[in-house]
């Protein structure tokens, strides 16, 4: 069966360190998305790719950054973690980008 | 700008009761598209419907029902007689791009469900 997988599941990482998740989609969807879920704020874009080599910003972007080298995988980095990071982190991937979303099951990522 | 409101934090029930979840967005755009996500405590996010502007019928699928109102700009989601199993959070989402560039998602209303 198809899936989307993000590693790792949990992360504690200090502040200014690079880190990065993975996000592994086997559903061979051309869109791919990040978010991040803070209470209070639900879920907010991070970045957001239409296809290999493609790239964009979302709402909140400062401080992350994501590359497509192909289909499957979307990786977000941090480039230097603040505590201000710490949140849960979604990856989602979907067929058109106006139909739904299969999101992965989230990277708790704690920045102490 | 867009915007989409949950006022509704958390709503608690008890087995086999009605519950009506409400979302109200706001945009200026006449072409864009709402969603429905469940958030079970295993945490993963799951699609349950997506609706264009276009399309004001509302929609039954077994015990979800979902009512449109684009006077009131309103999509609200109720669960007839509910189930432990329907314990999650419920987001509503807006997109008005159809390229899910600005999908704008509502803060979320937990409902828990009690024997």
């Known amino acids: 069966d198809a899936e989307i997988t993000q590693s790792p599941r949990h992360k504690i990482t200090e502040t200014g360190r690079q880190v990065t998740l993975a996000c592994h989609q086997t559903?061979?969807?051309?869109?791919m998305f990040w978010y991040r879920q803070d209470l209070g704020h639900g879920l907010r874009l991070i970045h957001y790719?239409?296809?290999?080599?493609?790239?964009n910003k979302g709402e909140v972007s400062d401080g992350y950054s994501v590359s497509r080298s192909n289909t499957e995988d979307l990786p977000l980095t941090l480039e230097s973690a603040a505590s201000s990071q710490t949140s849960v982190y979604f990856c989602?991937?979907?067929?058109?980008?106006?139909?739904?979303?299969?999101f992965g099951p989230g990277t708790r990522l704690t920045v102490t | 700008a867009q915007k989409v409101t949950q006022a509704q934090t958390e709503i608690s029930v008890v087995e086999k009761e009605d519950v009506t979840l409400d979302c109200v967005y706001e945009?200026?755009?006449?072409?864009?598209?709402l969603f429905w996500y469940k958030q079970p405590p295993s945490g993963e996010l799951v699609f349950l419907i997506r609706?264009?502007?276009?399309?004001?019928q509302n929609e039954i699928s077994g015990r979800y029902s979902w009512n449109f109102q684009k006077s009131t700009s309103s999509f609200n989601f109720t669960i007839t007689a509910s189930q432990v199993v329907d314990s999650a959070v419920y987001f509503c989402?807006?997109?008005?791009?159809?390229?899910?560039?600005?999908?704008?998602f509502g803060t979320g209303t937990r409902l828990q469900v009690t024997l």
């Open positions: 790719s239409y296809g290999v080599q493609d790239t």
């Open positions: 989602a991937s979907s067929e058109n980008p106006i139909y739904e979303q299969y």
């Open positions: 945009t200026r755009d006449t072409t864009y598209y």
């Open positions: 609706r264009n502007s276009f399309d004001e």
């Open positions: 989402a807006l997109d008005t791009t159809g390229t899910a560039s600005k999908l704008t």
């Open positions: 559903w061979n969807h051309n869109n």
